[in-house]
Structures are given as C-alpha cells and as structure tokens.
C-alpha cells in the first residue's frame, strides 16, 4: 500500500478509476482518504464515496453498466474488464436460443427498471444469471436500485484486488 499512498491523485485514478464503471470519481474522491492501511480500507473508502454519492451520481453510475450478454461488438462502450467479466461467465458463447432468453429477460429487465440488470459475473455462471434475472425483475424499483449498487461494489472489489495484484507485480 506504500506504493498506493504515495500516488498522485492523477496516477491513483488512472489506475483505480476503472474499478468502477466509466465513473473515475469515485477513485478521485477516494484519494482523499490516503494513506490506506491496506486493500480492504481502500475498498472501504471508495464505498464511503458511493454511498454519500448523489442520487444521480448513482444513477448515472448504474446506467454505465453495460447490458449482460449481447453480442461482442455491439455495444462500443463494453470495457475491457467487463468483456472479460462476461467472457468468464460464458456469457460471450450464448447458443441462439440462450441469446433470445438473455435478450427478452433484459428487455423485460430494462422496461421495468430503466437501468441495466447488474450482477457480478464472476462470482457465476449462465444459469445463476438467469436465475438472477427472474427474481430480481419481481423488485421494486427501490430494492433493485441497491441491489444494483451492492453487485457493482463486488464488481468493484474484485476489480480492485487485480489492480493491486498487476501493481506488485511491477519492478
């Protein structure tokens, strides 16, 4: 973490500001709290930022999800991270009528919600996905707004522990 705390705020959200979605913010705030005993406090501090967020921060952070499982090169806006994301998941080999599934639950999913369906694809697989997509379109607005914002702070601490990992490994 010496290495970490003795960033300038420029480095620190070149490297960290993708840990959250298209909202380097998040990492340019979190530098304020510097130094961090140790991951988990650097986590701990981008939270804090999210959650004293605005409402429109937040939203805004939500919408920059991209959609799970649409065909590679659709969306110009997919980051390398989330491409690799869905990949693991298997997301990126859908069969035609895996496709047609994944599309109708997220068409459904955007209609009700007007945000993307967010879920850590890491930590799944296809049919948790799925799985997720069914019962999660029975919340309400209200509960599917955290639940999005809980699956993106897992995102984001997964994403934090590569960065981290990819920086000791550097001379």
Request: proline residues 5%.
């Amino acid at each position: 973490m010496d290495r970490v705390d003795a960033m300038s705020a420029v480095r620190f959200v070149e490297l960290f500001g993708p840990i959250y979605e298209h909202s380097p913010w998040i990492a340019r705030r979190a530098h304020a709290h510097a130094p961090f005993a140790d991951r988990d406090a650097m986590l701990a501090a981008m939270r804090h930022e999210l959650d004293r967020a605005t409402e429109a921060e937040k939203m805004a952070l939500i919408r920059a999800h991209p959609e799970l499982a649409q065909r590679m090169g659709v969306d110009p806006t997919l980051t390398s991270a989330s491409a690799a994301e869905q990949a693991c998941a298997g997301l990126d080999r859908l069969t035609p009528d895996e496709f047609a599934t994944f599309r109708a639950l997220n068409d459904a999913y955007t209609a009700k919600f007007g945000i993307p369906f967010i879920i850590c694809v890491r930590q799944s697989d296809k049919e948790g996905i799925l799985n997720g997509l069914y019962a999660r379109l029975e919340n309400t607005f209200e509960a599917e707004q955290q639940a999005a914002l809980r699956e993106i702070n897992r995102i984001a601490a997964l994403r934090l522990a590569d960065v981290l990992a990819r920086l000791e490994q550097e001379p």
